[in-house]
């Protein structure tokens, strides 16, 4: 069931990305990030209330409550500095690199989680950086 919503996240994700594109058209990419992570920020808690789990609040640790911070703080640099590229840039090499956060992530993964990098692993993320490479130069 992970795969659906793995490939209805990768869907959504290019949609937002030539959706945001129409509308930085004008606009400061500061400002739009703002109004889309209010969207997003209402939506998911709707989503909270609806399905019931608004009472996980306290089960929060303090570990937990660090580290969902930091990773939100970088989500908002990460969105902000996507959408300026994104007004500056054509959308299909601004995504492009953006997904490269695949080779790094799982780089990251590796170095700060310990997962295990195989010989497929490493073959994939070296095939990831030359196809990104490709599509943007």
Do not use: H
């Amino acid at each position: 069931m992970w795969t659906v919503y793995a490939l209805l996240s990768a869907f959504f994700a290019a949609l937002t990305s030539i959706l945001a594109k129409i509308g930085l058209e004008n606009i400061d990419s500061s400002l739009a990030t703002a109004i889309r992570t209010s969207v997003i920020l209402v939506f998911a808690w709707l989503f909270v209330f609806a399905f019931g789990k608004q009472e996980g609040i306290a089960d929060l640790s303090y570990k937990n409550a660090v580290f969902l911070i930091l990773s939100g703080l970088a989500a908002a640099a990460s969105w902000l500095l996507y959408f300026k590229a994104l007004q500056l840039g054509q959308a299909a090499k601004v995504m492009a690199i953006d997904k490269f956060s695949l080779a790094l992530g799982i780089i990251l993964a590796a170095l700060i989680l310990n997962e295990s990098l195989t010989a497929k692993t490493i073959i994939a993320v070296a095939l990831i950086t030359i196809g990104t490479l490709i599509l943007v130069v």
